[in-house]
């Protein structure tokens, strides 16, 4: 298995600094600062990378979990929102808001919601998240 990385530059202090981050291969990269993490601007954010990595990892999950049980889906999107709170003076991601939606011939909507639940136990990134309160919306749209 690979190993996969990315590089991260800070310059400044932390409110008025600002960052660059990009992957090994090049295909992410872009700044992120202070207020995209607190004030919401249109930078990126730690939290944003977060949630698109909990969410592609549990898309490929889920599509391959429903697979193996004989369900080829056509199509799982998956919405990842990580929150950033304080918690005891320090900003800590409290939790991992997943959404996916589904379509999948052959099945109803409650198997699919049983595998979404395996998807999200079993995903890698949910395990490397594991002190973080992750729920879960599943939902069958075809």
Known sequence: MPTHSAQATWNGNLQDGSGTFEGST???SGPYSF????EGNDDT??????????ASCFSMALSNILAEAGHTPEDVTTDANATLKMVDGDPTITTIHLTTKGVVPGIDNDTFVQHAQAAKKGCPVS???AGVTIKLDAELIG
């Open 26 to 28: 090049g295909a992410i």
């Open 35 to 38: 207020e995209s993490r607190f």
């Open 127 to 129: 395990k490397a998240l």
């Open 45 to 54: 954010s730690p939290e944003e990378l977060i949630a698109a990595a909990h």
